[in-house]
């Protein structure tokens, strides 16, 4: 079973920095692009970075590029995501995933989505 156990989110203030984890397990990680997504209230589920199986080349939202960095541990199953320079904005809970690119267009891999990890930035 696909399963993906999130963690290192919570409360920073306007401008500080961010890791968050993620645990992933039932597939064959290493065969898979991995992402990060996120959900604020009200909203869509967006997403905000993605980084390839192969050669580790990565793919940002323009909301966070510069600011965010995803890198990934094929050994451990795990991706991460260095937050720096967090706005208000950036407020939303933060899931993981994996994805596949078809074309020029990402899609999402498995229906399974982990708890999430709140994170909120407080001025």
């Known amino acids: 079973q696909v399963q993906f156990v999130e963690s290192g989110g919570g409360l920073v203030q306007l401008g500080g920095s961010l890791r968050l984890s993620c645990a992933a397990s039932?597939?064959?990680?290493?065969?898979?692009?991995m992402s990060w997504h996120r959900q604020a209230p009200g909203k869509e589920r967006e997403l905000v970075a993605v980084?390839?199986?192969?050669?580790?080349?990565?793919n940002y939202a323009a909301f966070v590029k510069g600011r965010f960095t995803i890198s990934r541990d094929n050994a451990k199953n795990t991706v991460s995501l260095q937050m720096i320079s967090l706005k208000r904005g950036d407020t939303a809970v933060y899931y993981c995933?994996?994805?596949?690119?078809?074309?020029?267009?990402?899609?999402?891999?498995?229906?399974?989505w982990g708890q999430g990890n709140q994170v909120t930035v407080s001025s």
């Open positions: 980084i390839s199986s192969t050669d580790g080349s990565t």
């Open positions: 039932g597939f064959s990680f290493g065969a898979y692009a």
């Open positions: 995933n994996a994805e596949i690119l078809y074309g020029s267009t990402w899609y999402t891999t498995w229906e399974n």
